[in-house]
């Protein structure tokens, strides 16, 4: 897995470099900036682009601003956007598209290889990472949304898509049949209005339903 990454703090970019290299990853360019990073991408057209969302020269927003310009000029190109702290509007807006290949992590979870390993093969594959202490502190401030059509169930199913896990791994977390979780996954879709195409898709647009009726 060939990997770009963007992360302003020296020190911090080092280890990160080390910690993909354990994790299986080639790192083809590591750099400090959102300009840099969208100039090492075009250059190398890596399966993955790993970026903090804060970058300079402002450090608000440059490393998704970055990242969105990376999925349009090579689409497929899948993101894991890293945060200091939760922002569940960057959440949200990194999520806007729709489209899969995308994750958004704390920091924090990166320490940990097994995590780091997990998300970006998700992320690779198309799937959709969301840290799990995002959606915590969005579910706290939950209210009234088009969510409230689901039943408690479908909204621990939802919570675990929001996640990024597969319905084999809902299944297993919630103790339930692969079969029951596709069921509620379908009353979900029907309940929140989205329409019929590709399961992916619509896993997306769910989550991100999810992140706009949570959102401060």
């Not at 770009?4 to 020296?10: A, H, I, R």
């Not at 990242?67 to 806007?96: F, H, K, N, W």
């Amino acid at each position: 897995m060939r990997v770009v990454l963007g992360e302003d703090s020296v020190l911090l970019r080092e280890g990160l470099v080390r910690l993909l290299a354990e994790a299986g990853c080639e790192v083809v360019a590591a750099v400090g900036d959102g300009e840099a990073l969208v100039a090492e991408a075009r250059r190398h057209r890596p399966d993955v682009v790993v970026a903090d969302v804060r970058m300079p020269p402002t450090f608000t927003s440059e490393g998704l601003r970055a990242a969105a310009e990376i999925r349009t000029e090579l689409p497929g190109t899948a993101v894991l956007v890293l945060s200091q702290y939760v922002e569940e509007s960057y959440a949200e807006d990194l999520l806007a598209s729709g489209d899969g290949g995308l994750g958004y992590l704390l920091k924090d979870r990166v320490a940990s290889l097994a995590e780091l390993s997990d998300a970006l093969e998700r992320v690779v594959a198309g799937g959709t990472v969301l840290d799990p202490t995002v959606v915590r502190q969005l579910m706290v401030r939950r209210r009234a949304s088009p969510l409230d059509r689901l039943t408690p169930r479908e909204r621990e199913v939802l919570e675990q898509m929001a996640q990024g896990r597969t319905n084999a791994a809902v299944a297993r977390e919630l103790f339930v049949s692969e079969k029951a979780v596709e069921k509620h996954v379908s009353s979900i879709f029907d309940k929140l209005d989205l329409p019929p195409s590709a399961d992916d898709h619509r896993r997306v647009l769910a989550v991100l339903t999810w992140l706009r009726a949570h959102r401060r």
